[in-house]
């Protein structure tokens, strides 16, 4: 599931390919991703305005554009589960899963998405409320221990929960607990200052080469980590420590990798490395 370092490495890549550039047709071809208006009234937002520039927050990309009447517009893209961004030509097949195509002068920027999970919304109030952004070079230790301040649920669902901090689902929660040596069922209360200074350093230098990983992917037309089938074997060569790695020795001392449930998700972890 694309989560936050992919979705930046999309904007980043699509940026210096659109700005300045004119939408000049829009196709749906999976309407039930444009939300809440309808195809007609969305293609009629859309068509014609300028994209003046790519913004990411937490794991929605936003489109500022602007009319040809001067007017503002904004939209709002998520990939949901399975969607990816792709520069194609402007003729020639589509993807299979093609579910909206934007006409930009000589290419079509398209959105693919199999599961559908993704959408497409307008205006300022489509953009989600959400906690910090990890990667804001305004993100400090003090910051993190706020997100992480009250209650007393475990470390690892308060991570992946969009009103404390932005962009961070189960992917790289979990790899950020295991890089931190945190046990990641560790109620936040019971955190230390240590511990959360740890983790902050860990989670940016994770997000950060996760980002720089998936931006390579894009120019050299591999797929990224979530678009893969399995998952690569050695960290070093941006695989993964924990995530998907259940009764595989761990990396570090061997031990077999734990998994579990934590708020209907999984949780990967090194019974070992990663202590209370
Ligand atoms: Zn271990």
Redesign the pocket.
């Known amino acids: 599931m694309p989560e936050l370092p992919e979705v930046e490495a999309f904007g980043r890549w699509l940026l210096p390919r659109v700005r300045g550039q004119c939408i000049d047709t829009v196709a749906v071809l999976k309407p039930r991703l444009v939300r809440p208006v309808s195809v007609w009234a969305f293609r009629q937002a859309l068509e014609g305005v300028r994209i003046q520039d790519l913004r990411r927050r937490g794991k929605c990309l936003l489109w500022d554009c602007v009319r040809p009447s001067g007017e503002s517009e904004l939209l709002v893209t998520h990939l949901g589960m399975t969607g990816t961004w792709q520069m194609l030509p402007d003729h020639g097949p589509l993807p299979r899963h093609a579910a909206v195509v934007f006409g930009v002068g000589e290419q079509r920027v398209v959105l693919e998405d199999s599961r559908q999970f993704g959408h497409l919304r307008l205006g300022n109030a489509a953009v989600p409320e959400l906690g910090p952004e990890p990667l804001d070079p305004g993100f400090t230790p003090e910051l993190l221990g706020q997100a992480l301040a009250h209650g007393r649920r475990p470390v690892k669902v308060c991570l992946m929960d969009p009103s404390r901090l932005a962009g961070v689902g189960n992917l790289y929660a979990s790899e950020a607990l295991f890089l931190a040596g945190i046990d990641p069922a560790t109620p936040v209360h019971q955190l230390g200052g240590e511990a959360v200074g740890r983790l902050h350093a860990v989670l940016r230098k994770l997000l950060e080469a996760a980002v720089a990983r998936n931006l390579q992917a894009l120019r050299s037309d591999r797929p990224m980590l979530y678009q893969q089938e399995g998952v690569p074997e050695d960290p070093s060569d941006g695989g993964l420590w924990v995530y998907d790695r259940e009764g595989q020795p761990?990396?570090?001392?061997?031990?077999p990798i734990l998994r579990f449930m934590q708020s209907g998700r999984s949780t990967f972890q090194?019974a070992?490395?990663?202590r209370p």
């Open positions: 761990c990396f570090r001392c061997g031990a090194c070992q490395c990663q």
